[in-house]
């Protein structure tokens, strides 16, 4: 299966995009959504200002996904949804849609991630407490087993733990671990709807329970990463093989061998992806591919492989082409398919995949100690927060190598990058607005009192304590009455409440000494003499962007290095960051932004702490491409720092000497400066 991960702006024009790939060859697709539509928010709340068709299409009702699948027939089609709070939803109007064109459930065939386990660790994109979200999550996989039988409910995602600095041990034995959570409460939902009748029955309802779960188990696939230690990455991939059919065997009595294999979609590394002379990640790209093709028995069944320029921005559809090129190349010119299991029988293979099932037997039995996934979220995500550091340790001090940035970074100016967007795609602003105004007009044309029925049993089957309802059912119906993605999600949250992921700052341990960081400690220490206090520092995390690794990054050094650091995690408006900024009396704020909503909420930051009296500076990183930065300066940001600027200590070492210029330093909310000089 070739993919492309595709979908911005609107539906229709995602539809056009769609459209065009299929036509030049690619045989699925990868619905990217906006972050609205991820987190459960329509286009209209104050949380989706700057985020409406940013990084994907949104999708607010039925009506946007009949015009998303407009002309693609859904009885043909394999889609792949990058979706997770809001899988149940987002699949339910996909159902709506294919009843339209006329076609049933029972002939849907492909995958919603719906992994929120990895949303708390990795990704941000969560709406619901833990043990909701696991509800939701179970109901949709009772409900396809039986009802949408092609489809694959979820897709245990080890992808984003990479990306949040998993090492392959970490990554092998969180996913599993994520896939006992899931399984288990999957076990519990399919026994609960077989355990009525009398004794009489009840061995006939344990083998049905029986062969349902062993159904369910079947349908189960992962969505993994690749990196660029493409024989390393290989060996990961058979090790999780192997244990999946252990699982399978041990765990949940599975016996049929075509319901164990150990199915999986990727999409290669893009942490690895560099701002700096970016044209070198088309060979990164191509590497990281081989390790999901090489070997026959560990081959991916379904790969997308992320555009040169994503560490800029948005791919256009010239750069989504030269991916699926890639992937055309590999299979159509090259031998790689036509032959056996070429690493069967290497002694080096079967050694690194014996030493990656020993760390993460190891490693598993540390989650089970915490009491599984669920509970072990805070410990895990304190552990990825480590690994990461370590990794950016590793490319600051030159151990790890990487072309271009920390070594042999002098460079002819690329053409790849020559034009007025610098070689990405820019969304047009106008598009929120008329998203807006679209949204008006879907909730005016409407049936209102169809919507607010359908609601209210959405309510009432969430409200029950027993959990006896399948909420996939009462979500279809609110689909098929036209409720919007912020009404059906604001309905749950309702009755189930919010809920903050941990930041892991505050698990993770304190940095080893080295020469770098005892330079920056003392460098803290001055400025705090000058201060009388501890310098403070506020990293935040404005909007609906979920991808904090970087600003946990930032928070870990500014702690190690002596500072006092106010993080509240991801998911703040304006006005929160600016109240906080205020009533902590912060020295500096940093923001950090990876969606691209940097243009509308940067300067809203801005103005709400300016309104708050705060004249602390600000600095922003995150991916910005050039042509932003001078707007952002005039808006009133100190500093810009983007992917290319890898080195955290360094960036500390702006931030101490930022405060102390000219020697007078601003502090949050007294509206006063503080003389003196770092």
Known sequence: MMRTYAGHSTAKASNELYRRNLAKGQTGLSVAFDLPTQTGYDPDDELARGEVGKVGVPISHRGDMAALMDGIPLDEMNTSMTINATAAWLLALYVVAAEDQGVSQQALQGTTQNDIIKEFLARGTYAFPPAASMRLIADMIAYTVEHVPKWNPINICSYHLQEAGATPVQEIAYAMSNAIAVLDAARERVQAAHSEGGAQSNGKQEADAQELMEQVFGRISFFVNAGVRFVEEHAKLRA?????????????????????????????????????????????????????????????????????????????????????????????????????????????????????????????????????????????????????????????????????????????????????????????????????????????????????????????????????????????????????????????????????????????????????????????????????????????????????????????????????????????????????????????????????????????????????????????GGIIPEQDVAALREAGVAAVYTPKDFDITRIMQDIVELLGTDGRVPVAGTGASVNGSA
């Open 240 to 620: 999780m093989s192997v244990l999946w059919e252990e699982l399978g065997r041990e765990r949940y009595g599975v016996r049929e061998p075509r319901r164990l294999r150990f199915r999986y979609g990727v999409q290669v590394n893009s942490l690895g992806l560099t701002e700096a002379q970016p044209e070198n990640n088309v060979q990164r790209i191509v590497l990281e591919a081989l390790a999901v093709t090489l070997g026959r028995d560990a081959r991916a069944r379904a790969i997308q492989l992320p555009a040169w320029n994503e560490a800029l921005g948005l791919p256009r559809p010239w750069d989504q082409q030269w991916s699926l090129r890639i992937q055309q190349v590999l299979a159509y010119e090259t031998d790689l398919l036509e032959y056996p299991d070429i690493f069967e029988g290497s002694i080096v293979m079967d050694g690194l995949v014996s030493e990656l099932l020993d760390g993460a037997r190891a490693e598993m039995a540390v989650v089970a100690e915490h009491g599984g996934a669920v509970e072990a979220v805070a410990y895990m995500k304190g552990a990825l927060v480590d690994s990461h550091r370590e990794r950016i340790r590793r490319i600051e001090s030159g151990e790890q190598v990487v072309v271009g940035q920390n070594r042999y970074s002098e460079s002819e100016d690329s053409p790849l990058t020559a034009d007025a967007e610098g070689g990405i795609l820019v969304v047009d602003p106008a598009v929120e607005a008329e998203q807006v105004a679209a949204l008006r007009q879907w909730r005016s044309q409407r049936d209102q009192a169809a919507v607010e029925q359908a609601l209210d049993e959405l309510a009432a089957a969430a409200a029950d304590e027993s959990a006896s309802q399948n909420l996939m059912v009462a979500t279809i119906a609110a689909a098929r009455a036209g409720a919007t993605t912020g009404e059906w999600a604001g309905t749950l949250r309702k009755v189930f409440g919010s809920y903050r992921a941990p930041t892991g700052v505050g698990e993770a341990a304190a940095a080893p000494a080295d020469a770098d960081l005892d330079e920056l400690r003392g460098q803290v220490a001055r400025l705090q003499e000058k201060l009388g206090r501890r310098p403070k520092i506020l990293v935040g995390k404005p909007g609906l962007d979920g991808h904090s690794n970087g600003a946990e990054q930032i928070a870990v050094r500014a702690r190690d290095a002596g500072m006092d650091v106010v993080y509240e995690g991801i998911r703040l408006t304006p006005a929160q960051i600016a109240a906080s900024a205020l009533q902590e009396g912060v020295h500096v704020i940093g923001l950090s932004i990876l969606s691209g909503s940097h243009r509308e909420l940067i300067p809203a930051v801005i103005d709400a702490l300016r309104q708050a009296g705060v004249q602390a500076p600000v600095i922003v």
